[in-house]
DNA sequence: TAGATTGTTAATCGATTAACAATC
DNA sequence: TAGATTGTTAATCGATTAACAATC
């Protein structure tokens, strides 16, 4: 591929700049919901409380997106963004642990149209297996390596218990999932090749409470 | 108050340090569940994916918590970064917006434990006023400011749909909120000392699906 | 003692920002 | 044209790591 975009991504992009590019995604969409046509690194700086710098200069990893005086039309660097970051199809997703917080990740109604689909459940549970949670089947555990590679997904959402958290991230490598998306507490031990992002409420809480006065 | 730890409470940490107490904390209470009385920061670093040398570093912005030969005891060093953390007493968190995610928020069972208890609910919807989830009544948004006042509470997690996350955390600021768990998929703007911390499934996946190969 | 590990220093590494030529 | 804003460079800032004296 020749275009700017694909000629800069043999370079390697530091990590904390590709975190950046679904935030700048996510702020042009709602620039384009309030009827904006054009935008500018300040504009999307302040939305976000970076500086615009860091803005132009994250953009610039990839390729040369704006105009000088004009800024960036936002349709089209919201099209690159995608493309960057993978989006142009939707992503079929696996999600591990149909509790509380699985059934409501399997109801959330953002995953389509920002590019997820939720393709596949599975729990452990007798109980929980066969039933469906938004139309799609609870699948057996079990039968989660061959499942998953059958259905060629590769990413997971993983909300099961902690004390089976690794042996699940084993077993969804096994498969071929590429990235988890760990809601478990605790770090789950990955080949290199494959991403982990950790959500954990209480960590985020704890860091607050460092700052919080009674 | 003249130990160590709170000698050196004056110097800024740096933020990023902050956030990673709460992770040393998590795999002590681990270790500890295994047994071991005393730990290394190589054995932590280990098991977290980080070096060594950047644990000790962290460490020390709060004080000396090992010994040279031995390492650190586990119960001393939980401790001691509880009471870094403002950990030593039960925190009171509002949780606003009850719908899929937040009926899972509020029943999730970690947070006890960890020293969070979710102590008021709040929704706009009249059909969910009035109705307990988790035993806990779920209060009309509309006293909010009040409710949150009254109950003296300074931290809440944000639930709502994205249309009124920043006013509704306006609100919470308003009401004395220093602290604000934001599942809102936006950027809030708050005061300088009110903290924010984003979670968003959405932008964890899509960094990682910049990775990810069809 | 010998071995191990801390806490700290200094060096290295990487990320952010200020500034500005280029140019729309 | 005059004004605005980009993309990039170089400087600054900050975080991580290597190394080691201190010492348990």
Known sequence: MADATNAKRNKVVPDIVVGRLPLYLRTLIRLEEEGKIVTSSQELATRLGFSSAQIRKDLSHFGEFGKQGTGYNIAYLMQQLKNILNLDAMWDVALVGVGDLG???????????KGFRIAALFDADPRKIGTRVNNIPVQNSEHIVDAIKQ????????AVPLDVAQDTADRLVEAGVQA???????TLIVPPNVKVQNIDPIAHLQKMTYYCER
Chains 1, 2 share one sequence.
């Open 180 to 186: 988890i998306l760990n809601y478990a507490p605790t």
């Open 151 to 158: 259905a060629g997904i590769k990413i997971a959402i993983l």
């Open 103 to 113: 059934h409501a990740l399997a109801r959330y109604g953002r995953f389509v149209p």
